[in-house]
């Protein structure tokens, strides 16, 4: 009976050297922003510049609409146009998107996908 938990540790005792061995076959990982992370920051940042600029947004709950922005990579706006929705949203959301310092894309590819992007108000 004495021998039992010696054997059990005979037993184990390779397992826990595996466990604790450093494998050397993967590189250690490095976190960077992927492009989605990117992508999904520019979105945020676009969205709080406009807020920022968007009075009273509870008079149009309820209401959509969705503006098309033309924006240069440094974020300087070129135009903005209404596509569709309630004219009042869409006339306050177009003096939200002029008056926006929007800021400049992060990156290339990113500005690709932002440079003529539709923006949908749902207040």
């Known amino acids: 009976m004495r021998l039992i938990p010696f054997i059990l540790l005979a037993l184990c005792s390779p397992l826990l050297l595996t466990a604790c061995k450093h494998s050397t076959t993967q590189p250690p990982k490095i976190y960077t922003l992927d ?44 135009s903005a146009i209404a596509e569709g929705g309630d004219p009042k949203l869409c006339k306050a959301a177009i003096s939200a998107v002029t008056h926006a310092k929007i800021p400049p894309a992060p990156d290339e590819n990113t500005w690709q996908i932002f440079k003529n992007a539709p923006l949908d108000f749902r207040p």
């Open 35 to 78: 492009k989605s992370s990117k992508i999904s920051s520019y979105a945020a940042a676009i969205k709080t510049a406009v807020e920022m600029q968007m009075f009273e947004p509870e008079a149009y709950a309820g209401k959509m609409c969705t503006v098309r922005i033309s924006i240069q990579r440094d974020g300087t706006l070129n």
